[in-house]
């Protein structure tokens, strides 16, 4: 009995002394530069924010960018300085100008980094805006634990888009705000007002990107994806009382160049990556700013200069593909908050059929 006491402390000891907290050793890596810049003609859109980088076990609260100078330099003109709204972030009291060429200047402690020149390209447009029936494809566990194939059936909003030679290049943001309405039962007396409220809908995927196709020689962007929307509203709200009530889409579009474009689609490769054999090799994706101080301290980001239009829809999808699209371009922009409801009247901005 004895023995068999102290083989079970021998074997106890030998269990808890081969657990062990594994940290692999990780090179320390000097704190880098961090450029997050994004400017436009709308004056609301102009900023660039300034970080450091963080080795991956420290814990001290990011190191906040504080005394840098940031300018706008125009080429054979301007320079435009920007003002610091806080630690890191600056604004600009002016936008830059389609086809005249820029470059920013951070003067950061000791060091100044520039960024190469870019040239405003012109405003862009688009042709035109349709829909698309289409059948989504995913993936989703059952309750066995095997994947199973969804077919979903959805409208793809698309545009058609002109390319030249001083545009080529596009990246669109969308945001499609749902409407919906929910009628209280009435009780004893007059019925109660009814609700009118909208959700938005965002696509946090990849960078909708699009230029020419290789090896094509032709002159627009055709039946390029945007958004996709399911026919069924209801799978979008909280409440199967709330109705949906169409959509009114928020399409962002912006000129970019093919710097630009190339270096949104290295981080859409990166991030879209999922660890077969025939994925993209993880690297450093390099942008178009360096240390002239320095030059062998690395930047992180892009400059990126880009111009703007915004264009706004409403949509009434219907519930399937035989249904008729309701679709017509609007000309009012007002602010839309994110979410929210309005009880007995319609908001402001709230579109129907007609």
């Known amino acids: 009995m004895q023995k068999r006491i102290i083989y079970m402390v021998l074997f106890a000891l030998l269990s808890v002394s081969c657990e062990e907290y594994y940290k692999p050793e990780l090179e320390v890596v000097p704190a880098m530069l961090v450029v997050e810049s994004h400017l436009t003609n709308d004056p609301g859109q102009n900023f660039v924010r300034l970080s450091m980088t963080q080795d991956f076990y420290n814990t001290v609260q990011e190191e906040e960018i504080t005394g840098a100078k940031v300018d706008l330099v125009e080429l054979g003109g301007q320079i435009m300085s920007g003002l610091e709204n806080s630690p890191g972030y600056f604004t600009f009291p002016s936008t830059p100008v389609p086809g005249r060429q820029y470059k920013i200047q951070i003067t950061y402690q000791n060091d100044v980094f520039i960024s190469d020149l870019v040239t405003m390209p012109p405003i862009p447009t688009i042709d035109s805006l349709y829909t ?154 390099y942008g178009n700013i360096k240390c002239t101080t320095s030059p062998e301290k690395i ?28 679709q017509r371009r609007l000309n009012s922009y007002p602010g839309i908050p994110d979410k929210g409801y309005q009880i007995g009247i319609r908001p402001s901005f709230w579109e129907t059929n007609y």
């Open 132 to 285: 698309v029936h289409r059948i989504e494809k995913s993936f989703r566990t059952n309750s066995s634990g095997i994947p199973e194939l969804i077919e979903t059936p959805v409208r793809e909003i698309c545009i058609d888009a002109p390319l030249s030679f001083q545009l080529g290049y596009y990246r669109f943001n969308s945001r499609a705000i749902l409407q919906w309405i929910y009628s209280p039962a009435p009780s004893n007396g007059p019925p109660p007002p009814s609700w009118y409220g909208w959700l938005s809908v965002y696509d946090r995927g990849l960078f909708n990107l699009a230029g020419p196709k290789e090896y094509s020689i032709s002159n627009k962007v055709r039946q390029h994806p945007v958004v996709s929307l399911d026919y069924n509203g209801k799978v979008y709200l909280d409440s199967t009382a709330q109705s949906p009530s169409g959509w009114i889409l928020i399409l962002d579009e912006y000129g970019i160049s093919k710097e630009s474009y190339d270096f949104h689609e290295k981080l859409n490769q990166q991030f879209s990556a999922e660890g077969s054999l025939f994925d993209p090799v993880l690297t450093q994706v």
């Open 299 to 326: 930047v992180l980001g892009f400059f990126d200069l880009n111009s703007y239009r915004q264009y706004r829809y409403y949509l009434s999808l219907g519930t399937g593909p035989d249904d008729q699209v309701i």
